[in-house]
């Protein structure tokens, strides 16, 4: 069992082969081109921010516990190309440059995904950083401590490129070391991944933490001075100055060697697998994590959806299948919770947008209501956004945006999403009740409620 990429999804493959084969059975080699295995990328924000003080809290299992395991990782090797026909792998070593082939009879793609780094003038000037790999978190973190043993008393100014997840929780983190920080980016509003009245919100939220939005125009370029560090962001509209400068535009799938090998792809440039996590037309080949697509269950469509979540999940499946057990993947409702401060930002379902790219007809309600009964203190106000088909009412999506005990509610939508409920089921949920933890009625339910009265009168 050859496995390409050490993070989430190859090693929970590895791991959980090695559960069901012992190593006389089964031979496991994971090739990792980065010097760790297993570590929470998830967590870098707040390992920058200073939530997380060591670096090695990150990770959850190193290459030399998984030596100990009987799975022969080698790191700092990367895999430069596939034989199909010939079922080999071709690698380099870091070090010495060494080239090899290695034969597999079962190949594992757990590649991940690479950020997106527009090729815009001084985009690879010195202070320009992106957040992917605990490398990166490290180079991050050592520049911020050069800048900040330079700095005179003025607060440094600092630019995110990207409003999403990455983009606002690296602006938290960021204003945590006292920065004066602008987020750019060319949508209207930030988070893309809620519908734009909702993202609205949060903008708000982020200028009220006096974070500086600049919205609704593109990266141009970036200035830099004598000495080629960054010193300038530029955009269709404006020029905003920074000593520092994070990427946050987002990622693709990572899979040159998929595409160089002519396995499938779907339209994102993910991996097309069955629910098996097989790669089609391959019966030996898998692919897991954030270089594949994943099935969208409300929608039938596939779509390109990078969590550790799905990643874990899918490696598990691979590795059961290759241990001679079964499993499948079902695929995902598009769950994804995040913060910036005490702002909880939640989604799951369809967006607006998707819905009608999917001919889907819908209603949609907002409702305003608190994280706890209104008497109760520290009950904070929260917004709940919930999409229902026409005529069957059947949950499509829900977005929240609120304060302590907002984002994690998004789960129970999530989960009438998967079991395929209706508004009108959701309102008979029998959830948990106390004035300190939510209302008598749960804003998620109050916000069902609104929706079962749009569906009928929409008709």
Known sequence: MVIVGGDAAG??????????????????????????????????????????????????????????????????????????????????????GREEWTGYDELVLATGARPIRPPLPGIDAEGVHA??????????LADLAALDRRRADERPRAVVVGAGYIGVEMAEALLRHGYRVTLVDRAEEPMTTLDPDMGAHVREALNRL??????????????????????????????HEAELVVLGMGVRPLTDLARDAGLPLGDSGGVLTDLAMRVRG??????AGDCVEVLDRITGAHRHIPLGTHANKQGQVVGRNIGGDYATFPGVVGTAVSKVCELEIGRTGLLEAQARAAGLRWVTVTVEATSRAGYYPGAAPMRVKLLAERRTGRLLGVQIVGREGAGKRVDIAAVALTAGMTVEQMTMLDLGYAPPFSPV???VLVAARKAVSAVREAG
Not at 34 to 45: E, K, L, M, R, V
């Open 282 to 287: 391959h019966d030996n080949i898998w692919a």
């Open 210 to 239: 006096e974070v500086a939005t600049a919205l609704g125009s593109a990266v141009t370029g970036l200035e830099t001075d004598a000495e080629g560090r960054v010193r300038a962001v530029t955009t269709e509209t404006d020029r």
């Open 11 to 96: 090693m929970s493959a590895a791991s959980q082969a090695r559960r069901l084969c012992p190593p006389e059975e089964l031979e496991i080699v994971a090739f990792e081109r980065g010097d760790h295995t297993s570590y929470s990328a998830c967590g870098i924000p707040y390992w920058v921010a200073g939530d997380v003080t060591d670096r090695d809290e990150l990770v959850a299992r190193s290459p030399q516990e998984h030596r100990e395991r009987g799975i022969d990782v080698r790191t700092r090797t990367e895999v430069t190309a596939l034989d199909v026909q010939g079922s080999r792998v071709r690698t380099r070593e870091g070090g010495s």
């Open 131 to 140: 957040v992917q790999t605990l490398g990166d978190g490290e180079r991050l």
């Open 441 to 443: 009625w749960d804003p």
